[in-house]
Nanobody, 124 residues
Framework: QVQLQEAGGGLVQVGGSLRLSCVAS????????VAWFRRAPGKEREFVAA????????LHAGSVKGRFTISRDNGKNSAYLQMNSLTPEDTAVYYC?????????????????WGQGTQVTVSS
């Protein structure tokens, strides 16, 4: 099995930046794709970004394109989400998700395991 642990959330002002990290442990060789999702209060879970673990190809949601960047460090079994120009609409719990097979999917059921989430709050 693979365990995912997010970190880096917190409180930030509008226009600020945060960098989230997701560290994978366990049978990490099984992971082909890592993604970030978020869930804002009263809203459905939303795709944010995904990255292919070996090739590094990425996909970002339109709502974050140009502001957020997903990356990974294979040597550290870690994925990151650099978030810039944050707005109150970015306030949510951010989850890291892993998939055993390839493919940059935007739908949550395609992912096999999940972290516990980290809270991001953007104040105006």
């Amino acid at each position: 099995q693979v365990q995912l642990q997010e970190a880096g959330g917190g409180l930030v002002q509008v226009g600020g930046s945060l960098r989230l990290s997701c560290v994978a442990s366990g049978r990490t060789s099984n992971t082909q794709t890592v993604a970030w999702f978020r869930r804002a209060p009263g809203k459905e879970r939303e795709f944010v970004a995904a990255i292919n673990w070996s090739a590094g190809a990425t996909l970002h949601a339109g709502s974050v394109k140009g502001r957020f960047t997903i990356s990974r460090d294979n040597g550290k079994n870690s994925a990151y989400l650099q978030m810039n120009s944050l707005t109150p609409e970015d306030t949510a719990v951010y989850y890291c998700a892993g998939r055993r097979q390839g493919g940059l999917y935007t739908i949550a059921p395609y992912y096999d395991y999940w972290g516990q989430g980290t809270q991001v709050t953007v104040s105006s």
